[in-house]
């Protein structure tokens, strides 16, 4: 039986993942994902692909009372709710997001953490800060089938491919074959898996420390080529809302249509 083995969110894009036993699923995502991020001096998106040690900040949003805190490695936290000035728009791969920049401590806290100029924003509507699609999940077995690729050198840690929904009770990349069909989570929720996930350096980064440590995108093009990137995982489509809680079952509500 398919199952939720974990969920994942980060409310700053690229900061350390929580493990929420449940989440409510809306039709733009989940309300605790990704509702803000960094970005540098001239406007561009911060990300642990140039800052690998971003991973080191802890983030938690409370939705209700719009309370961020934030958790450094020297034992600093900052928690307040976020006020905002500057309108900014900042692109992600591809897309514009409307946001503004944070007011207070924040920026200054984060700036010397990043021994850089950065500042925090928030964007207009949740989770907002995606790659190419709001939710994103993979299978337990397609990690461990990528750690015996390895010959046995390297074992995986699910939160290196940072998922929101890790599944459980596959059989290694059977999530691709459910592209273009519609899976169940739980009672209520439904996703369209609408596109292959193509992973990029982030990968190559130990999940705990932000260090390179493993070429985890060469080793996934040894079994999996492609001209644009190393796939792994999916993304998904909100097609009906609901919530999700650990363990909860997964199914294949509606199959992919085959040509």
């Known amino acids: ?4 083995a ?12 929580q493990t929420p036993s449940s989440v409510h699923v809306g039709y733009s995502g989940i309300a605790e994902d990704r509702r803000f991020h960094l970005i540098d001096v001239r406007g561009r998106l911060l990300t642990q692909r140039q800052l690998g040690r971003m991973v080191l900040i802890t983030a938690a949003y409370n939705v209700e009372t719009e309370r961020l805190t934030l958790g450094f490695p020297d034992g600093r936290q900052l928690e ?15 897309r514009v997001v409307q946001g503004a920049v944070a007011e207070g401590e924040w920026n200054g806290a984060l700036s010397d953490f990043c021994q850089a ?10 989770c907002q800060t995606f790659d190419e699609h709001p939710i994103s999940l993979v299978s337990q077995a397609s ?11 390297k074992t995986f840690e699910s939160r ?11 059989s290694p990349h059977e999530e691709d074959f459910w592209l273009g069909g519609v899976i169940r989570i739980g009672p209520e929720l439904r996703l369209r898996l609408v596109a292959p996930d193509p992973r990029c350096a982030i990968t190559t980064l130990d999940p705990a420390t932000g260090e390179r440590d493993f070429d985890t995108p060469r080793l996934m093009l040894t079994y999996r080529p492609s001209v644009r990137a190393p796939y792994f995982g999916v993304y998904a489509s909100v097609k009906a809302p609901g919530l999700v809680s650990l363990g909860d079952k997964v ?9």
């Open 117 to 126: 100029d950065v500042r925090l924003v928030k964007t207009d509507g949740i």
């Open 251 to 259: 199914d294949l509500h509606i199959p992919p249509v085959r040509r």
């Open 80 to 94: 307040n709710t976020v006020d905002v000035s500057e309108v900014v728009t900042t692109e992600v791969w591809g």
């Open 143 to 153: 990690i461990d089938f990528l750690g015996e690729k390895s010959g046995g050198s």
């Open 6 to 17: 974990a969920i994942y969110t980060s409310p700053v894009k690229s900061f350390a993942l």
């Open 160 to 170: 290196r491919f940072r998922p929101n929904f890790l599944i459980d009770g596959c």
């Open 1 to 4: 039986m398919r199952t939720v």
